[in-house]
Structure formats: C-alpha cells, structure tokens
C-alpha cells in the first residue's frame, strides 16, 4: 500500500486563557486538583503523538481528544478490517478498507472540531519516526509490534521525548512510562533484554475491554503529564502486568542496563 501524508490544518496557535466554551466543556475535569486551569492550558497546547491506532491507539487517542489535548498526531498505515471492530471501538463497519488514520482522524473531529488533528497514513519505521515527533510533548506507542516499538524507543530517546506504552494480549495488559534519558530509569531496549516480552494478540488472542484497560491507563498518564508535567503525580520506568480476569496487577521499576546500547 502506498504511504500518504495528509494534514487538514495548520498548527494552532497557543493558548493563553480558556474560553467560556472550553470552561464548560471540561468543567469535571477542571475540578481536579490534577489538571485545574493551568494544567487544562497545558492539555490545550500539548502535542501528543500516537503511534498504531488499533485497538489501543483509536481509543486512547479518543480521550486525549476528549480532553482537551490541542495537537494529536495520527499514525498508522494499516486499513480497517472486519476482524478489529471486535476490539477496536472507534470503528464499525462503515468504516471497512478504510485507511485506520483517516477514519479515525474524521471521528475525532466530531468530538471537537477545534483541535489540530492531523494523520499520517504510514507505518513508523526508523526514517520517519525523527520528523513524526520532532514537535512532540509525548509519544503514545499503540503499537504491537516489538521491532517498531523499539524503533520509537530509539527515536523518543535520541530527542529525549517522554514516552507512553501500552500492550495487551490473551487477559493481561501491561504498560510503561519513560521520561527517557534518565539517570534512573531504564529504556525500553532494557526491558526487552532483561524479560521476554511476547505482547501479540494476534497469536495469543485477545478480550476487547482487557485493551480498554490497558488504553485508560495509558491516557491517564499521558494526559496527567501533558497536563502537570513532570511534577504529575505519576510512576516512571515502573513495568506494569496486569491481568484482567483474576484482578491484579504487578509491577517493578525498570533500572538501566549497563548493556544497553540505546541509553547507554
């Protein structure tokens, strides 16, 4: 299939006060200690960057959209097929054969049509990914695939973008927060080389809401650090494993590896 680069609007401009609109649209979350006006400005002239837009990325990328975030990035090459819309909510089956960016980009814009959506019809790799995120606040890797993702790790590193990940297969989902380049915090080359990580639901199968959990946890940290920054009450480099069905949830902070040729 061929690659397409589409964009539908010029970057906004920043936002220096909330309207009376904007006051009423997000009213219950500006009652929150965790985003209030300031941080709600915050969301407004955020960039969020996200990468797959399956199952975790289409609804993940719908509550950064509802929420506020100004600039959202769109990025997948793939088409809508009939086996995701078991998953993948965002779509239905007017949407079958359709590039995934730009159906999702079009809903999206229903829920607020004053935000800068804008969709890249390509599959990330190692030569897209500088350009993809070079104005990014964060990066949301929605992918499930273990060789992309590291390549956005490798891209988020070297340009020093927090990154959020999220994966889920068979009943558990798992996910991860790196502030990258951090003295304290390993990579995502570092989890790959300490554990085997098989996140594939192809092969493993997969329960639509155990991706909703793991896509409500992702946006929740995204949109908590777009929103309070780095003093946002969240974990970095804690490795997440929950399981959906017996109810519980692991974790272990994630050092650097000394062997790791990413961040060391």
């Given at each position: 299939m061929p690659s397409h680069s589409v964009s539908d609007s010029a970057n906004s401009p920043v936002n220096s006060q909330l309207e009376h609109q904007d006051i009423r649209r997000y009213s219950r979350q500006l009652l929150l200690d965790c985003i209030d006006h300031d941080g709600q400005l915050n969301l407004a002239n955020a960039h969020a960057v996200v990468v797959g837009l399956g199952g975790l990325g289409s609804l993940t990328a719908r509550y950064l959209a509802g929420a506020?975030?100004?600039?959202?990035?769109?990025?997948?090459?793939?088409?809508?097929?009939?086996?995701?819309?078991?998953?993948?909510?965002?779509?239905n089956e007017m949407h079958l054969g359709e590039l995934k960016a730009k159906s999702l980009h079009n809903e999206l814009r229903k829920v607020n049509s004053h935000l800068n959506i804008r969709f890249r019809c390509l599959f990330a790799d190692s030569d897209n990914l500088p350009t993809l995120i070079s104005s990014a606040t964060c990066v949301l890797d929605c992918t499930d695939n273990i060789f992309v993702r590291r390549q956005v790790n490798v891209a988020t590193f070297r340009a020093s973008i927090p990154l959020f990940i999220a994966a889920a297969s068979g009943l558990t989902w798992q996910a991860l927060n790196l502030p990258q380049n951090s003295a304290t915090c390993g990579c995502y080359e570092c989890l790959v080389n300490s554990i085997a990580v098989r996140e594939d639901c192809l092969s493993k199968g997969i329960l639509g809401p155990v991706v909703g959990m793991a896509a409500c946890h992702q946006a929740t940290q995204a949109l908590l650090f777009m929103a309070k920054g780095f003093d946002a009450d969240i974990k970095w480099g804690h490795y997440v494993n929950a399981h959906a069905g017996l109810a519980t949830l692991q974790s272990f902070k994630l050092p650097p590896s000394s062997s790791c040729e990413v961040c060391q």
């Amino acid at each position: 299939m061929p690659s397409h680069s589409v964009s539908d609007s010029a970057n906004s401009p920043v936002n220096s006060q909330l309207e009376h609109q904007d006051i009423r649209r997000y009213s219950r979350q500006l009652l929150l200690d965790c985003i209030d006006h300031d941080g709600q400005l915050n969301l407004a002239n955020a960039h969020a960057v996200v990468v797959g837009l399956g199952g975790l990325g289409s609804l993940t990328a719908r509550y950064l959209a509802g929420a506020g975030v100004g600039n959202i990035t769109l990025v997948d090459g793939d088409t809508v097929d009939i086996s995701n819309l078991q998953r993948q909510i965002s779509y239905n089956e007017m949407h079958l054969g359709e590039l995934k960016a730009k159906s999702l980009h079009n809903e999206l814009r229903k829920v607020n049509s004053h935000l800068n959506i804008r969709f890249r019809c390509l599959f990330a790799d190692s030569d897209n990914l500088p350009t993809l995120i070079s104005s990014a606040t964060c990066v949301l890797d929605c992918t499930d695939n273990i060789f992309v993702r590291r390549q956005v790790n490798v891209a988020t590193f070297r340009a020093s973008i927090p990154l959020f990940i999220a994966a889920a297969s068979g009943l558990t989902w798992q996910a991860l927060n790196l502030p990258q380049n951090s003295a304290t915090c390993g990579c995502y080359e570092c989890l790959v080389n300490s554990i085997a990580v098989r996140e594939d639901c192809l092969s493993k199968g997969i329960l639509g809401p155990v991706v909703g959990m793991a896509a409500c946890h992702q946006a929740t940290q995204a949109l908590l650090f777009m929103a309070k920054g780095f003093d946002a009450d969240i974990k970095w480099g804690h490795y997440v494993n929950a399981h959906a069905g017996l109810a519980t949830l692991q974790s272990f902070k994630l050092p650097p590896s000394s062997s790791c040729e990413v961040c060391q």
